[in-house]
């Protein structure tokens, strides 16, 4: 069975930094392609980040520079590390297993980030 778990959300005030797990069980992680998605109170879900199996990684404009995506194989694991953190960042973030390109087969819970002073 495909899990996707989140972890490390949290309420943080502006220009605090967080980062975001998410531990995936159930497939060959290395094999895939692993995407950050995010949604705010009241919008739809938007693309934030995404990593290629090979470790090319993606990254939507608003949070160039601010953040960054990385992987761990031998631990089947995902991250986001968040710097800078905005208010516009406060969302549910989610895990997915995908690429925007092919669409993303399997999700997480999410976890929570506030971005509030």
């Known amino acids: 069975e495909v899990q996707l778990v989140e972890s490390g959300g949290d309420m943080v005030q502006p220009g605090g930094s967080l980062r975001l797990s998410c531990a995936a069980s159930?497939?060959?992680?290395?094999?895939?392609?692993m995407t950050w998605v995010r949604q705010a109170p009241g919008t739809g879900p938007e693309w934030v980040s995404s990593?290629?199996?090979?470790?090319?990684?993606y990254y939507v404009e608003t949070v160039q520079g601010r953040f960054t995506i990385s992987r761990d194989n031998a631990k089947n694991t995902l991250y986001l590390q968040m710097n800078n953190l905005k208010p516009e960042d406060t969302a549910l973030y989610y895990c997915?297993?995908?690429?925007?390109?092919?669409?993303?087969?399997?999700w997480g819970q999410g976890t929570h980030v506030t971005v509030s002073s």
């Open positions: 159930g497939f060959t992680f290395s094999s895939y392609s």
């Open positions: 990593v290629s199996d090979g470790g090319d990684t």
């Open positions: 997915a297993r995908g690429k925007s390109a092919t669409g993303y087969d399997y």
